[in-house]
């Protein structure tokens, strides 16, 4: 049965008007069955930058001018085929949802959030849940949910390019940022003292998805599909891209790829031009003399920045037998 509600909290808020809140008040679990930092990331934070300024609650620019949310997401359309769950950040009961939007496909005016719920929690807290998989919403309105409960699966529904969801918190209608408690829009405080989060996110200067394979540089629209399961090794070049959410100008790209033998194909640096809420870069080599040996090789990304650095790793297999 689809189920469909349009009457969602709205994405608007007024600046300044919330305070930090006590950490007492309120504590919420994680929304998503994952792993953060080996099978989901944080793409981006609520903003805290007054006006026309961007900021995250640790005073960095990991957010987008008037972002209302926070964005949690998964590396690729290939594990979002898979199946997210969404899980309840706290007891509470269904207030409003909407069901019934395809999946990446065009959306309606004010469905920009796509499917969707808001549940209703004590002390006047509500949470919201946007970008949900079409027809896998399993609540209706007026249930009761439980913390850590399935509600739904993560989609791409509303407007969204990047397997994610976007979650928002709110007390008495005031949107919050859940990482300090601050107010959207309202000044960054530097600190987790008084995080809502029950177990609260390390926080990273930046975020280094998984790289990929491929045997051309990828076009935009295939920036977020899965990589492919092998190659042929007469493939013309074997290509690394590297995707990073929070990439600051002179941050330093170190690129390796190694054969089955674990033997040097390539290597290469290169440091981030522009700071950018995403930045993806690539580096690859064309095939050797006859073609690229069988068996599995290994591509290794590292991002620093600062002296923080991620490091992510990739493997592929060059068939003898083209798929």
Not at 225 to 240: F, G, R, T
Not at 255 to 268: Q, S, W
Not at 284 to 290: D, H, S, Y
Request: charged content about 20%; proline content about 6%; glycine content about 10%.
């Amino acid at each position: 049965m689809i189920k469909k509600m349009l009457l969602l909290i709205p994405v608007v808020a007024m600046a300044g008007c919330a305070q930090p809140t006590d950490a007492a008040d309120i504590t919420f679990d994680w929304p998503l069955d994952c792993t953060l930092g080996e099978t989901c990331w944080i793409a981006r934070y609520v903003d805290r930058g007054e006006d026309k300024s961007v900021a995250d609650y640790m005073c960095k620019h990991r957010s987008q001018d008037k972002h209302r949310g926070t964005d949690i997401m998964v590396s690729d359309t290939g594990v979002l085929a898979s199946g997210v769950p969404i899980l309840a950040v706290a007891p509470g009961k269904i207030l409003r949802m909407r069901d019934g939007v395809d999946d990446g496909a065009p959306y309606k005016k004010g469905e920009d959030c796509g499917n969707a719920y808001v549940i209703q929690h004590e002390n006047g807290y509500t949470s919201q849940y946007c970008h949900l998989k079409n027809a896998s919403l399993s609540k209706n309105i007026g249930d009761t949910v439980r913390a850590g409960e399935q509600i739904a699966l993560m989609g791409l529904s509303g407007q969204t390019e990047y397997p994610h969801l976007h979650i928002g918190i709110r007390k008495n209608g005031t949107l919050l940022d859940p990482f300090d408690g601050g107010g959207y829009e309202q000044a960054c405080s530097g600190s987790s003292e008084t995080s809502l989060w029950r177990d609260h996110p390390d926080y990273a200067p930046f975020t280094l998805l998984p790289p990929k394979f491929s045997v051309a540089p990828e076009p935009r629209e295939n920036r977020w599909a899965a990589q492919a399961e092998s190659i042929s090794p007469d493939a013309s070049a074997l290509i690394l891209t590297g995707r990073a959410f929070g990439a600051s100008r002179g941050d330093v790209w170190s690129f390796r790829i190694t054969d089955p033998d674990g033997k040097l194909f390539a290597e290469h640096q290169v440091a981030t031009e522009k700071t950018q809420q995403f930045r993806s870069q690539f580096f690859g080599k064309r095939a050797p003399a006859g073609g690229f040996k069988p068996g599995i090789w290994t591509g290794t990304i590292s991002l620093e920045q600062d002296g923080y650095r991620q490091t992510q790793t990739v493997q592929i297999l060059v068939s003898s037998a083209t798929k």
